[in-house]
Each structure stands twice: as C-alpha cells, then as structure tokens.
C-alpha cells in the first residue's frame, strides 16, 4: 500500500492489510482490511445506540419522575437487547402497494451517514479511520443523504401520513442545513483547515468559547436534523401516526430507530470534535479516548435533557426559528468571525492564543446580545395572529397559543 492512501494513517487497516498481504494476494487483503473496517464502524454505531437507548429512557424516566427500565438485567441495562430480539422476530410487513425496492432500502440508506460519519472522527491522537483534509465538508456530503433516505421512505410506502411527515422531515432538513453550514465556516476559518484533526489541534481555546454563536447554531441545526425533540415533526404521532416510517416493522423499523440514536451519538462526537477539543484532556497522548468519551456523554446528555424538557414546535414556529433566528445569527457569526482572523492573524495566517481568547470575550458579548435580540424579535413573530370576525358574522375569535 502506498503512503498516499487515504488509509495509509489508518493503524488497524494497515495492520490487518500487511497481516493479509504476507500469505495472500495484495488485492485480496486490501478487501478483508476494508471488511474489517467497515465492521468496526457498523458495530460501534450499532453499540452506541444501545447505550444511548439504554441512558436516554433512565434520564427521561428521572426527568418526568419516573423509573425508567428496569426489569431486564441489572438497573434494566438488557433492556435495549430485549428491544431488539422482540424487533427480530417481529413480523416484517411491507405494504402491497408499497415500492418494494426503495422501501428496503430508505432504512439501509439512513442509517448510512451516521456509519460514514464515524469514519473521520478523531478517537484520540492519531486514531481517524481515514483523516481526510476535507473531512468537515465530507460530514456535510454524507448527512444530506438523510434527506434522501426520508423522501424514499415516504413516498415508497404508498401512505399519505407517511407522505406528509417525510414531506416535513426533507423541508426541516433542507431549511436547518443552511445555517449549520454557515456555522461551520467559522470553524474553518479559524481552525486554518477542514480536516477534524487539525481543528482539535487548533483548539488552544476550545471552539466553545470562540465560537459561542457558532455551538449555539450547530446544537439547534443537528437536533432539528436528528428529529429529535423539540424538531420532531417528521414523527409528530398526534397529526401523522408515525411519520415516514408508519409502514414500517421488523428489523427495517429497528435500523431506522438505529440510525436515529446512533446519529445522535455520533453528532455529539462531531460536536466534541469541533467545539470541546476532542482528546484534549490532562495525559491526553495516553488518555485522549477517556476524555473524549466522557466529553461525547456530556453532550449526549444535554440532547436527552432537551428532550425532556421542550415540547414539540409546530412546523409553522419551526421554520419561523431556522430562517428567521438561526439564520441570522448564522450569518453574523461568520462576518464576526471574518473580521477578527483578518485583523487578528499573523503573517502566515495563524491565530495565537492570545488571538483567541480576544476573540472569546468579542463573540461571547456578541453571542449573548443577538441571541437576546431575535431571541426577543422572533418571540413576536410565530405567534398566530387574532381573527376578528367580519361584521355581521357570528363572534368566534381564536386565542393565541403561545
């Protein structure tokens, strides 16, 4: 294999790649080196949404003051097998009428980009499956392909609810991308780079405090893309059942489930990756996978807490806040942000530390203040306006719902 691989950093590809190599033939062992690749992706995704099934039902059930799982294994920690044995031998229903072919696949494609997202996350120094000096941008191709995966999950299964919450699920998606994207270019542009490695290395001064705006943004943006609560109307059960995967059961029902919580899992990684200094940590050359999955479970939590504690938007207040909050504030953290590395940076283009901690007292004043402003601005704007009835007409006036 030669060193400009994209895996030749990779120590466990090239471990099992050079193992193979010595009794088989190159093109064979470069296959069983991806193989063994791709399982570990698969069954880390696969564990952490167990785990985070597993924590998010004791949380919520500490939350509403309830007590959660407990009767399968100790503290109910089995409750996520017995989640999927039941999926296994549930009956596997596709519709008549269904699109038999993209049916099967709506569940394989979404659980695609938390899988292909995993593969550039930095575990701990020099851990990436594949450092790639493009990967931010590689993690904004691969999640578009949740859109995708929606719309053929709704439109195949041949049902209207599901037509209508994948319809929801694509314009949620396609709205709350905008102002994510525009997040991450002030990442960029101080980190110098695309590559997940290099923004951690850059972080003297975690991203958190740097680029307030911009973790503020990215939270929002990847909750609303997760469909996790309060940005779940892809799923909202009291109007569309189910949402786009009302049809679905079996095992096809558990790989969207499994897409779901392991996205979560894996975008609290991205978020540690870009915001909290992933492996940093005290001893991190020896400890680095220690703090950076304690720090992954901090974030995860705070998504549970969230859950717990909002209540579902409508999709008229959800569009209403990516558009008319995030949007903006989007936009004002990347021309903050523009003008601070161009007047902070040295000549070669390098912000020091003292660079960015400047830049932590500007933006945490800036990020307070807009958030105060629209937060107060779009307040106004979402709530329905009073009908008053015309003259002569029966006296019915709807209330506002705030």
């Given at each position: 294999?030669?060193?400009?691989?994209?895996?030749?950093?990779t120590?466990?590809?090239?471990?099992?790649?050079?193992?193979v190599?010595?009794?088989l033939?190159?093109?064979?062992?470069?296959?069983?080196?991806?193989?063994?690749?791709?399982?570990?992706?698969?069954n880390?995704?696969?564990?952490?949404?167990?785990?985070?099934?597993?924590?998010?039902?004791r949380?919520?059930?500490?939350?509403?003051?309830?007590?959660?799982?407990?009767?399968?294994?100790?503290?109910?920690?089995?409750?996520?097998?017995?989640?999927?044995?039941?999926?296994?031998f549930?009956?596997?229903?596709?519709?008549?009428a269904?699109d038999?072919?993209?049916?099967?696949?709506?569940?394989?494609?979404?659980?695609?980009?938390?899988?292909?997202?995993?593969?550039?996350?930095?575990?701990?120094?020099?851990?990436?499956?594949?450092?790639?000096n493009?990967?931010?941008?590689?993690?904004?191709?691969?999640?578009?392909?949740?859109?995708?995966a929606?719309?053929?999950?709704?439109?195949?299964?041949?049902?209207?609810?599901?037509?209508?919450?994948?319809?929801?699920?694509v314009?949620?998606l396609?709205?709350?991308?905008?102002?994510?994207?525009?997040?991450?270019?002030?990442?960029?542009?101080?980190?110098?780079?695309?590559?997940?490695?290099?923004?951690?290395?850059?972080?003297?001064?975690?991203?958190?405090?740097?680029?307030?705006l911009?973790?503020?943004?990215?939270?929002?943006?990847?909750?609303?893309?997760?469909?996790?609560?309060?940005?779940?109307?892809?799923?909202?059960?009291s109007?569309?059942?189910?949402?786009?995967?009302?049809?679905?059961?079996?095992?096809?029902?558990?790989?969207?489930?499994?897409?779901e919580?392991g996205?979560?899992?894996?975008?609290?990684?991205?978020?540690?990756?870009?915001?909290?200094?992933?492996?940093?940590?005290?001893?991190?050359?020896?400890?680095g996978?220690?703090?950076?999955?304690?720090k992954?479970?901090?974030?995860?939590?705070?998504?549970?807490?969230?859950?717990a504690?909002y209540?579902?938007l409508?999709?008229?207040?959800l569009?209403?806040?990516?558009?008319?909050?995030l949007l903006?504030?989007?936009?004002?953290?990347?021309?903050?942000?523009?003008?601070?590395?161009?007047?902070?940076?040295?000549?070669?283009?390098?912000?020091?530390?003292n660079?960015?901690?400047?830049?932590?007292?500007?933006?945490?004043?800036?990020?307070?203040?807009?958030?105060?402003?629209f937060?107060?601005?779009i307040?106004?704007?979402?709530?329905?306006?009073?009908?008053?009835?015309a003259?002569?007409?029966?006296?019915?006036?709807?209330?506002?719902?705030?």
């Amino acid at each position: 294999m030669s060193p400009d691989n994209v895996l030749y950093g990779t120590p466990v590809y090239r471990f099992v790649y050079e193992l193979v190599g010595t009794v088989l033939p190159c093109w064979i062992s470069y296959v069983a080196a991806g193989l063994v690749i791709m399982f570990i992706l698969v069954n880390a995704v696969l564990m952490g949404a167990a785990v985070f099934v597993f924590a998010e039902r004791r949380l919520i059930g500490r939350f509403h003051n309830r007590i959660g799982p407990n009767r399968w294994g100790p503290f109910g920690t089995f409750q996520p097998f017995a989640d999927v044995l039941k999926l296994i031998f549930k009956e596997d229903i596709t519709p008549a009428a269904a699109d038999k072919i993209v049916f099967l696949a709506a569940p394989i494609v979404m659980l695609a980009p938390a899988i292909l997202m995993l593969a550039v996350v930095p575990f701990a120094k020099n851990t990436a499956l594949a450092d790639l000096n493009v990967g931010i941008l590689y993690i904004l191709a691969v999640t578009s392909l949740s859109s995708v995966a929606i719309l053929m999950a709704g439109w195949s299964s041949n049902n209207r609810y599901a037509m209508f919450g994948a319809a929801r699920g694509v314009a949620v998606l396609i709205s709350y991308e905008v102002p994510v994207v525009l997040c991450l270019l002030g990442v960029v542009m101080v980190a110098g780079s695309m590559s997940l490695a290099d923004v951690v290395e850059a972080q003297a001064v975690p991203f958190l405090l740097v680029q307030p705006l911009a973790l503020f943004v990215f939270l929002a943006g990847v909750s609303a893309e997760l469909n996790r609560t309060p940005f779940d109307v892809a799923e909202a059960e009291s109007e569309l059942v189910a949402g786009y995967h009302t049809e679905y059961s079996g095992v096809k029902f558990a790989l969207i489930q499994a897409a779901e919580f392991g996205g979560v899992v894996t975008a609290s990684m991205v978020v540690v990756t870009l915001f909290l200094g992933g492996w940093a940590g005290p001893l991190a050359d020896y400890l680095g996978w220690f703090w950076f999955l304690l720090k992954v479970g901090a974030v995860a939590f705070i998504f549970i807490w969230v859950r717990a504690t909002y209540p579902r938007l409508r999709i008229d207040q959800l569009m209403a806040f990516a558009w008319k909050f995030l949007l903006p504030l989007s936009i004002i953290n990347l021309f903050a942000t523009s003008l601070e590395v161009f007047f902070l940076r040295d000549s070669q283009g390098v912000l020091a530390t003292n660079d960015l901690w400047i830049m932590t007292g500007i933006n945490l004043a800036l990020g307070a203040g807009c958030i105060a402003l629209f937060g107060s601005m779009i307040r106004e704007k979402i709530k329905p306006v009073t009908w008053q009835p015309a003259a002569g007409t029966a006296s019915l006036t709807v209330g506002e719902v705030t």
